[in-house]
């Protein structure tokens, strides 16, 4: 695999974990997951199953920013993919990422880690 992992908050990897029913496909299609909680915004590029962009972003950031840089290195390191969507979850104004792809809200407050 083409891994190249420098630091992996152990609390975004269980964010990801409990977020997987909704977010899992069976195609290798590119997806950006956006998580927000009290403190932080856990974001993800996926492409198909395997997560090849995890940030931590603080609450107050300039989201259309960290999100267009995110993609960029999503690109340089796994190459040029279209992106299909943006799943977002938690209490955070995502309108300022709808110009990249069609967004769908999910609630990974009632998924089953353990399904």
Known sequence: AKLNVTRVDSLALGILRNA???VSV???SRRLLLMADASVISLFVLDGDCPVVVRALPLECDLKRETMLSLIEAESFAGAAPLAEILVSGDL???AV???A???EIDI???D???
Do not use: E, G, L, N
């Open 20 to 22: 997987w029913p909704q």
């Open 26 to 28: 069976s195609d290798d």
């Open 93 to 95: 104004d995502f309108s």
């Open 98 to 100: 709808s110009d990249f």
């Open 102 to 104: 069609a967004v769908r």
């Open 109 to 111: 407050s009632t998924c």
């Open 113 to 115: 880690p353990y399904a």
